[in-house]
């Protein structure tokens, strides 16, 4: 009876520290994805405010082109 009760023992202690160790290996997958995921949205986030619409980009050659060329009817005599 002493001899099977130490293996019940035994297996017992190595299955749990074999669960333990999956376990805190399922735990660290989960942080891992939810920082990625985390990382994924805050560059999505990041890439939506730099995008340049088609209105911002010509109000600025509007704005570049206004600076640089003189008006046309400032050369002309009156």
Partial sequence: MGWALG???VAGS???GLFERQHQ???KQ???RQRAA???KQVQEQQARAQVTDEDLL???DSDVSRQV?????RWPR
């Fill in 7 to 9: 293996c019940v023992l």
């Fill in 14 to 16: 190595v299955s749990g």
């Fill in 25 to 27: 290996i399922e735990l």
């Fill in 30 to 32: 989960r942080a891992d």
């Fill in 38 to 40: 985390e990382q994924r």
């Fill in 59 to 61: 109000a600025d050659v």
């Fill in 70 to 74: 003189p008006a046309p009817w400032s």
